[in-house]
């Protein structure tokens, strides 16, 4: 178990993949498990922690699929994108169902659906309490949500990025095949690149990098989970030089 003393976050990004909202579905939306990720989400915003969000759409659409069915890639990409789109709004009316305040705002413009990406106006969200969505990803091809997690970390002023995933943190091999696979506590940006670790994308990576921002893996199916680790408690690894 990787423990620290209690330190307090001020504000976070928290970055799902698509595929943490599909349940055991196998595809698309699955509501009870978007509320309970809500759930998880409003427990640390009661800690007074600002909270950002971003969801992928790899449950809806991925770019790099539909291209390898002979669909053009950037078109494929801009799917992608508006795919990441209804799987914020689904969270957004998860967290409203419980009385939370939350704000989706796009990369690209839909002024009738959701705000655009204005920083400045995204920051006074953040200080209002608001929880904060950000979707449609970079508003770029090319690029991942992992990528658009960084970056709106970076701009948001983030003190980390935690990324929820189906197991506790980074190992050395797949541990779903692997029993004896080995968890990292403390892992540096450059191990993580260089053993292609599987933790983000190396845009994403090198970003966080370059930005100094630490990125925390931790598993989102352990209920509690999340604000655990903002109480300095769990069990995750942290990608940090
Ligand atoms: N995407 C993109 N630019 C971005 C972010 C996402 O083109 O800045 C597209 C890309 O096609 C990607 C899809 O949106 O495959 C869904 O995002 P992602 O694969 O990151 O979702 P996740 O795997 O986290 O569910």
Do not use: W
């Amino acid at each position: 178990m990787t423990t620290e003393p209690s330190r307090h976050y001020g504000r976070v990004m928290l970055k799902i993949s698509g595929e943490a909202l599909m349940g055991d579905q196998g595809y698309g939306l699955h509501p009870p498990t978007v509320s309970r990720i809500a759930d998880e989400v409003e427990s640390v915003q009661q800690m007074g922690v600002e909270v950002c969000m971003v969801i992928g759409g790899g449950n809806i659409f991925r770019g790099l699929q539909g291209s390898a069915q002979g669909m053009e890639r950037t078109t494929a990409d801009y799917m992608g994108m508006l795919a990441t789109v209804m799987n914020a709004l689904a969270m957004q009316s998860a967290l409203e169902a419980k009385g939370l305040h939350c704000r989706v705002i796009s990369a690209i413009r839909m002024d009738e659906v959701c705000e655009p990406y204005i920083r400045r106006r995204a920051i006074r969200h953040l200080e209002k309490k608001r929880i904060v969505i950000f979707a449609a990803g970079t508003g770029n091809p090319y690029f991942t949500t992992d990528t658009a997690a960084t970056l709106r970390a970076s701009e948001m002023n983030c003190e980390a990025i935690f990324k929820g995933t189906k197991v506790d943190g980074v190992y050395d091999k797949d541990p779903i095949k692997h029993p004896d696979a080995k968890r990292y506590g403390d892992v540096s940006y450059d191990e993580v690149l260089q053993k292609h670790l599987g933790v983000m994308d190396a845009s994403a990576i090198a970003l966080a990098r370059d930005n100094r921002l630490p990125i925390i893996v931790f598993s989102l199916d352990a209920p509690g989970g999340f604000r655990s680790i903002l109480e300095g408690r769990g069990t995750y690894t942290r990608v940090q030089n």
